[in-house]
Nanobody, 124 residues
Framework: QVQLVESGGGLVQAGGSLRLSCAASGRAFSRYNIGWFRQAPGKEREFVAVISWSGGNTDYADSVKGRFTISRDNAKNTVYLQMNSLEPEDTAVYYC?????????????????WGQGTQVTVSP
């Protein structure tokens, strides 16, 4: 079993940057792909980025490609999401999830564990 805790959210002006962290407990962390998703009020949870268990593969939503970077440090049981050039449309609660299936990795039901989320607010 894996427990996930997100941190690093906050309020930032458009064009600014934030780095989110997803810290995991449980010795099986390095076996899991870790995805970042976000959910704005009244909208469904949407895929942002994912990194494979080894860190060798990544995938990004078109809306964040070139602005966001996902990385992981298995020695620290942590995955990071560096977010640059933030836009008001990026405002949402950001969640990290752990799953073992790389196929259909953009779909929330493919993830077995979730954190509680961290709020990101980007002002115009």
């Amino acid at each position: 079993q894996v427990q996930l805790v997100e941190s690093g959210g906050g309020l930032v002006q458009a064009g600014g940057s934030l780095r989110l962290s997803c810290a995991a407990s449980g010795r099986a962390f390095s076996r899991y792909n870790i995805g970042w998703f976000r959910q704005a009020p009244g909208k469904e949870r949407e895929f942002v980025a994912v990194i494979s268990w080894s860190g060798g593969n990544t995938d990004y939503a078109d809306s964040v490609k070139g602005r966001f970077t996902i990385s992981r440090d298995n020695a620290k049981n942590t995955v990071y999401l560096q977010m640059n050039s933030l836009e008001p449309e990026d405002t949402a609660v950001y969640y990290c999830g752990a799953g073992t299936t790389w196929g259909r990795r953009r779909e929330p039901p493919r993830y077995d564990y979730w954190g509680q989320g961290t709020q990101v607010t980007v002002s115009p």
